[in-house]
């Protein structure tokens, strides 16, 4: 997918869009890979993932909102992945089957080792 393409496609007015595409303006890298998946059992892994960052206390933005549009969601999704340039924020974007929109977007800060 063509970098124009994804910014275009990052209209969004919900926190996690936002930053998305500012991290991806700001220079961030990105990938969408081939394939999809079932929205069903992302919605699952993301909503342990949910329970995992809050027993942490790791910032995230819209995790809550994708684990339920995922839940609601009932074509084929495909994965996308935007990581800040300065590499402190990691963005998954769940997009529809053909490309033509974005499912959902949520960003998980990431921490220092």
């Known amino acids: 997918m063509e970098r124009e393409l994804l910014e275009r496609l990052l209209v969004g007015n919900d926190e996690a869009s936002v930053a998305a595409l500012a991290a991806l303006r700001c220079g961030g ?8 998946t079932s929205a069903e059992p992302l919605a699952l892994a ?3 993932r949910l329970r995992h960052t809050r027993r942490r ?22 994965l996308g992945q935007i990581r800040a340039a300065d590499g402190s924020w990691i963005f998954m974007l769940f997009l529809t089957e ?16």
């Open 57 to 78: 206390r790791i910032e995230t933005v819209n995790l809550v909102r994708a684990v339920e549009l995922l839940g609601r969601h009932q074509q084929p999704v495909r």
């Open 98 to 113: 053909d490309n033509s929109g974005v499912i959902a977007c949520t960003g998980v800060r990431r921490t220092r080792v």
């Open 46 to 48: 993301y909503g342990r």
């Open 29 to 36: 890298s990105y990938e969408v890979w081939d394939g999809t």
